[in-house]
Nanobody, 130 residues
Framework: QVQLVESGGGLVQPGGSLRLSCGGTGSTSRPYAIAWFHQAPGKEREGVSCINSSDQKIYYSDLVKGRFTISRDNAKTTVYLQMNSLKPEDTGIYYC???????????????????????WGQGTQVTVAS
């Protein structure tokens, strides 16, 4: 069973940075495709970024491109989302999600969607405010 564990959220001023972590993302032999989603208050969950199992395919939404960076550690057990130049619009809950091991959902040209991912972290709150 895939169990994702998130950390790194908090309160930050506009222009600041946070680094979110998603643990339990696989192993060297079997890494999972991972996506990060953002859910603003009162809004639907939207795909922010994803990385496929081999780290060869990466997606960023237009809203975060140039500010956020997704990466995976060498052991393939953790995926990170480095968030720089944060804006108040980035406020919300951030979730990491894993595709089924037999799947590898992540396209550089298509926003990840909720129903492509079976396993979810608990979410971590990010608040960008002065």
């Amino acid at each position: 069973q895939v169990q994702l564990v998130e950390s790194g959220g908090g309160l930050v001023q506009p222009g600041g940075s946070l680094r979110l972590s998603c643990g339990g993302t696989g192993s060297t032999s079997r890494p999972y495709a991972i996506a990060w989603f953002h859910q603003a208050p009162g809004k639907e969950r939207e795909g922010v970024s994803c990385i496929n199992s081999s780290d060869q395919k990466i997606y960023y939404s237009d809203l975060v491109k140039g500010r956020f960076t997704i990466s995976r550690d060498n052991a393939k057990t953790t995926v990170y989302l480095q968030m720089n130049s944060l804006k108040p619009e980035d406020t919300g809950i951030y979730y990491c999600a894993a595709a089924p091991p037999a799947s590898d959902f992540c396209s550089p040209y298509a926003e990840p969607v909720v129903n492509e991912y079976d396993f979810w972290g608990q979410g971590t709150q990010v608040t960008v405010a002065s």
